[in-house]
């Protein structure tokens, strides 16, 4: 997800997005992380963060600042409250500025929910320096869904990990941006790992697995298989009628036609 940072003014998003005022957004000080989840229909982005030292007492100051008392402690009242602001501000940061593209356009992905955790490690006195570890999740949905070859597109944090896990049944057909890149597979599931690189930007090229059946398309093909043989025995039936008709037009009465038609039909 990509960084961002909001006027003093009003509470800046450091979480998901950008560490406060940090020149270098993957110090000890700040240690994000990003978990991507792809499905056929849309995505889910889960980050988190580690903040330690002085970056955690500006934080903890900061909080009690905009929405306590500034008496110099931070309570769960104020932790609930910075949740609710940072919570709509990834919603809109996400919205005007998307960090998720589908073959190259954004138009396609919508952002359908947003959720945003403070850690309890927050509370206390605002001069701790104790490590706080906050997390968000963000899902996208893919207005046409991930086709047979499809190009991916996400902005983050530079030099941050990332954990991307493919759809059922796709394979890696190309990456970019993607360093110290490692590759698993199980399950019919692809994972990647590694990092952003100093670009922040990572591409994936994916590639529908031909061999790889879903059970929905099995018991489709299935269904289709049985209604074939169904619709080749009324052909086969309907044939052997037609030829006793045939063969009965010349001799017989037409109660004796009916009959062998009555019987034909139950046999």
């Known amino acids: ?3 961002y940072i909001l006027p003093l003014t009003g509470f800046l998003l450091i979480t ?3 560490p406060i005022l940090l020149a270098n957004p993957c110090t000890a000080a700040f240690t994000p992380s990003n978990n991507v989840t792809l499905e056929g229909d849309g995505m889910t982005w889960e980050y988190q963060e580690r903040i330690t030292d002085n970056e955690a007492v500006f934080f903890r100051n900061f909080i009690d600042l905009q929405t306590g008392n500034d008496d110099n402690f931070v309570n769960a009242w104020e932790i609930l409250k ?3 602001i940072l919570r709509n501000q990834t919603k809109e940061a996400v919205k ?3 960090d998720v593209k589908l073959n190259g356009s954004s138009e396609p992905v919508k952002v359908t929910g947003v959720d945003f955790w403070l850690s309890k490690e927050a509370l206390g006195k605002v001069e ?3 490590s706080i570890t906050n997390s968000a999740s963000v899902n996208y949905a893919f207005e046409k869904g991930i086709g ?3 190009e991916i597109w996400f902005m983050g944090t530079p030099n941050s990990s990332v954990t991307i896990t493919l759809p059922v049944g796709y394979d890696v057909k190309k990456t970019e941006g993607l360093d110290n890149k490692s590759q698993e ?3 019919n599931l692809t994972v990647l790992k590694g990092d ?7 591409t994936l090229r994916i590639l529908e697995n031909e061999s790889f059946k879903t059970l929905e398309q099995v018991r489709k093909e299935s269904a289709e298989q049985v209604s074939g043989n169904g619709s080749k025995e009324g052909r086969n039936k309907s044939i052997t009628v037609a030829e006793t008709v045939k063969n009965r037009k010349s001799s017989g009465s037409s109660g004796d036609i009916f009959t062998q038609l009555r019987l034909s039909a139950k046999s």
């Open 185 to 187: 597979s199980a399950n």
């Open 128 to 130: 701790k320096n104790s």
């Open 96 to 98: 005007t500025r998307p």
């Open 148 to 150: 047979r070859e499809t």
């Open 196 to 202: 952003f690189g100093p670009g922040k930007i990572i």
């Open 82 to 84: 910075a949740e609710n």
């Open 1 to 3: 997800m990509r960084p």
């Open 16 to 18: 998901l997005f950008m």
